[in-house]
């Protein structure tokens, strides 16, 4: 199959901001989203009460935290929390380069899902910045385990993602979303599927400062006889909590610092094995290869990709 968006890096054609509420602290943030130059990467920017500021790049090395959330950077007063979302939007539309300023310690959850995010980058469009792109290109299986779950990637000539989900409740159960990863497939199939949680860990969350923000606003609330609470129901049929936790693992393996040519397979994971897969990966120099598309066509197969000087470019690098 060809690969969405070949041959050239992207950047967002104009700034867009955006107001919500964080998810664990229950604060109203701001996030505003510059454009940036080709090589710059995907980069956060907290910006303190003091008046200072705190840089991130969204790449593997930089990942602290995985428990509720995906966390970049390794001190609590200096980290941004909750970017999977974000990071899935990015991913999925083919921005490379993008500066995001946060005045505070997370993302705003917005509805609990990636569209919104989708929205506000389609409204001000995408621009091609005239400079090659490379991929990382898996070449060899590479396999966590972690007690019942496991996290892979395989070769594949395309971007794909298999996720499996096993939960012990009637109303979620075992599910799986399958499909190769284009833009368009995320905007329709995954982007609009929300983060959920169960009533009775509401209260245990709260005691520990956890999900001070989250409501039936930005969650599917799951209630103890095994119902969702929301008025609206669900977004997806029977399987919204599959196609998130898909959107989870697009927004955290986006966290290569480049697109990957390969297929993610995962079962009973979360952010936690996602970020371990990925390390897992780039920390086998045998397991990967980066390319670029062949000058003589921007359609050309994922097969065809050539591959370059890896020294060169070490995207996932802090």
């Known amino acids: 199959m060809a690969i969405a ?35 710059t990467g995907i980069v956060f920017v907290r910006q303190h009460d003091d008046g200072s500021s705190t840089e991130l790049k969204a790449v593997s090395s930089q990942v602290g935290n995985t428990d509720l959330c995906t966390v970049l950077g390794f001190s609590p ?8 979302h974000v990071m899935a939007a990015i991913y999925a539309l083919g921005l490379d380069n993008l500066v995001i300023e946060v005045d505070g310690a997370e993302m705003p959850i917005m509805d609990g899902s990636s569209e919104v995010f989708i929205d506000a980058i389609e409204q001000v469009g995408i621009v091609n910045l005239g400079v090659k792109r490379r991929y990382i290109r898996v070449i060899k299986p590479v396999r966590i385990e972690s ?30 979303w399958e499909g190769d990863l284009t833009a368009s497939t995320f905007k329709n199939e995954l982007s609009r599927a929300r983060t959920f949680g169960f009533m009775r860990d509401v209260e245990r969350l709260w005691a520990a400062g956890f999900a001070l923000g989250s409501s039936l606003e930005n969650s599917v609330v799951i209630s103890d006889d095994n119902t969702v609470i929301n008025v609206e129901g669900l977004r997806y049929e029977k399987d919204e909590f599959v196609r998130h936790k898909t959107l989870d693992a697009v927004g955290d393996l986006a966290l290569a610092g480049a697109q990957f040519i390969g297929c993610y397979r995962s079962y009973r994971g979360g952010h936690k094995m996602n970020a371990n897969a990925l390390k897992a990966l ?22 065809e990709f050539v591959p370059v000087n890896v020294p060169e470019f070490a995207p996932w690098s802090a």
């Open 5 to 39: 968006l070949l041959g050239f890096q992207t950047t967002i054609a104009a700034p867009l901001s955006l107001t919500g509420i964080g998810v664990h602290s229950g604060r109203t943030v701001t996030i505003n989203m510059l454009p940036a130059e080709a090589g």
């Open 77 to 84: 007063a200096r980290s941004i929390a909750t970017i999977e």
């Open 147 to 176: 007690g019942a779950s496991w996290s892979e990637f395989r070769p594949y000539d395309g971007t794909r993602f298999e996720v499996e989900i096993d939960f012990d409740t009637p109303l979620i159960g075992r599910q799986k």
């Open 282 to 303: 780039l920390s086998d120099p045998t397991a990967y290869e980066v390319v670029e598309a062949p000058s003589r066509s921007l359609k050309a197969r994922a097969r």
